[in-house]
């Protein structure tokens, strides 16, 4: 079966520290790749996604970026945090079926 | 325009009984897919029941039912026999072919806070 890991779960970062986050699936190969971010008491928007290796595409411009250095990884990063920042990250996968399925999540504080 | 609407920002439902929680959604894709996912306290979120633009009946997965009415554009999730565990967030989504492509993305509503009541 497929799983999909998310760390770290939670993260306290100050205001214009770098920033990484680590998403990856097990069980299967060439996935599609989200990353997704929900604001407080807010829905889903999506950040980026990805079809393949080194295949990123940015849904809304701002101070974050993507990378997929490999099949079943996807890494969220920033070089400078802002106080906007702040949210839960959440990163989702789907291959040959319509329904996405998501990680556990990373809970961002930026102070 | 908003591609999906969630109109009801929180929701009351006695223990055992039924709740339909309100989506409708916004598009001009005649090949599209309905989703409903929960999202607890703790953050996760988890795949409830798709419905497909074409399919002729509403899809069911065990006490989760869409209320699937296309001429209206409404997706409304009925949950029936309301658990204490049913208390989380709920979110619509739809994904759209045309725009979608082989990336499959999906557009979130902005959700409907159920609570059961013991």
């Known amino acids: 079966s497929q799983t999909i890991h998310q760390w770290p779960a939670t993260l306290v970062q100050p205001v214009g520290s770098p920033l990484s986050l680590e998403c990856t699936v097990e069980?299967?190969?060439?996935?599609?790749l989200y990353w997704y971010r929900q604001a407080a008491g807010r829905g889903l928007q999506l950040l980026f996604y990805?079809?393949?290796?080194?295949?990123i595409s940015s849904e809304v411009p701002q101070n974050l970026s993507a990378s997929r250095p490999q099949d079943r990884q996807f890494i969220l990063s920033s070089k400078k945090l802002l106080l906007s920042d702040s949210g839960f990250y959440l990163c989702?996968?789907?291959?040959?079926?319509?329904?996405?399925?998501f990680g556990p999540g990373t809970r961002l504080t930026v102070t | 325009a908003q591609k999906i609407t969630q109109t009801q920002p929180g929701m009351f439902v006695q223990e055992k009984e039924a709740v339909t929680l309100d989506c409708t959604y916004d598009?001009?894709?005649?090949?599209?897919?309905l989703f409903w996912y929960k999202q607890p306290s703790s953050g996760e979120m988890i795949f409830l029941i798709y419905?497909?633009?074409?399919?002729?009946q509403n899809a069911t997965e065990g006490r989760y039912s869409l209320n699937f009415q296309k001429a209206r554009k409404s997706a409304n999730l009925v949950i029936s026999a309301s658990q204490l565990g049913d208390s989380a967030m709920y979110f619509c989504?739809?994904?759209?072919?045309?725009?979608?492509?082989?990336?499959?993305?999906?557009?979130f509503g902005s959700g409907t806070q159920l609570t059961v009541l013991p």
């Open positions: 989702a996968w789907t291959r040959q079926g319509d329904e996405q399925y």
């Open positions: 069980g299967t190969s060439n996935p599609n």
């Open positions: 990805s079809v393949g290796i080194g295949q």
């Open positions: 598009t001009s894709d005649p090949s599209y897919g």
């Open positions: 419905q497909g633009s074409y399919d002729q």
């Open positions: 989504a739809m994904r759209e072919h045309l725009s979608s492509g082989s990336a499959r993305q999906l557009t």
